[in-house]
């Protein structure tokens, strides 16, 4: 009887996931940078600006899993992120008409990518900047079971020594026991890491709930010669005692990181400050 019962309940949650898959539309991989009246064209965006991302050497990046802005409190916690950053990579965006509202009082710079449409909104990983990237483009990787994508931003942003810096916002595949399709995503998104001559940042929800995702992000970042970086607090989220969100870094001096709780989404933000090298 209790295998009867719970092979329906499987059924039952895979009819369940295909269904939800229905209600989404995809797309493929399109960037915009006009979050207001989002026009998702094209798979990859380019600006000639020349203003520097860093503030006299130094550049703070935060990470955050946003949660679709499900949690009261996100304004003011995305504003504080923002207003103590230069950088600020989200997760989970979801661009409501809220969200939009907000980015309508702000003068960042903001790039996003559409992993997919529900009910007219658009979500997916979105990057704020204090300048406009060089380049920036947008990756998707379908999860096996819910046929939904994830999504990706690769982007390139000008720094006062006159190098670039190489920033892969990243928002995991979840739903998917095999390591596989989650492969594929990182080599995707990791690709120009290895090839950039510059400092890198590489963050966002790595979705390692399970040590055999953390073993293979951490052995991927060693062979590119990226860092993790060190927290004097690490309250980052975490799936079976596995940290889910993580942020690494190449050719850049830390000088302190900490991941702290926040009541705002379902993941704590991370913030790290560097100095250029």
């Not at 092979?7 to 949650?13: D, E, R």
């Not at 990470?63 to 916690?77: F, H, L, P, T």
């Not at 596995?242 to 850049?252: C, K, T």
Request: proline residues 4%.
């Amino acid at each position: 009887m209790k295998k009867k019962v719970s092979a329906i309940f499987a059924m039952l949650t895979l009819t369940g996931f295909i269904s939800l898959s229905w209600i989404f539309e995809r797309y493929p991989a399109s960037v915009t940078s006009n979050i207001v009246v989002p026009d998702f064209h094209t798979g990859c965006r380019f600006d000639s600006s020349t203003a520097s991302l860093d503030e006299d050497g130094t550049l703070t990046v935060a990470v955050w899993n946003i949660y679709k802005q499900q949690n009261e409190g996100w304004q003011a916690e995305l504003k504080g992120l923002i207003d103590s950053s230069q950088l600020v990579l989200l997760q989970e965006a979801s661009l409501t008409p809220l969200l939009k509202a907000y980015f309508a009082d702000h003068s960042a710079h903001i790039s996003m990518v559409r992993a997919f449409t529900g009910f007219d909104i658009a979500n997916g990983v979105m990057d704020i900047a204090r300048v406009a990237p060089l380049e920036v483009c947008g990756q998707l990787t379908t999860e096996p079971l819910i046929r939904l994508p994830k999504s990706a931003l690769v982007s390139t942003y000008p720094l006062s020594t006159g190098k670039s810096l190489l920033v892969v916002n990243l928002h995991g595949v979840n739903f998917s026991w095999g390591l596989g399709t989650y492969k594929q995503q990182l080599s995707m998104a990791l690709e120009e890491v290895a090839a950039h001559l510059g400092p890198v940042i590489v963050g966002g929800d790595f979705n390692t709930w399970r040590s055999e995702r953390t073993r293979l992000v951490k052995d991927w970042m060693t062979k590119l010669g990226m860092k993790e970086v060190d927290y004097r607090q690490d309250a980052r989220s975490q799936v079976f005692g596995m940290p889910l969100d993580h942020l690494f870094y190449r050719d850049l001096t830390l000088e302190k990181a900490n991941a702290r709780p926040t009541e705002a989404s379902d993941h704590n933000p991370i913030q790290a400050r560097f100095r250029l090298q």
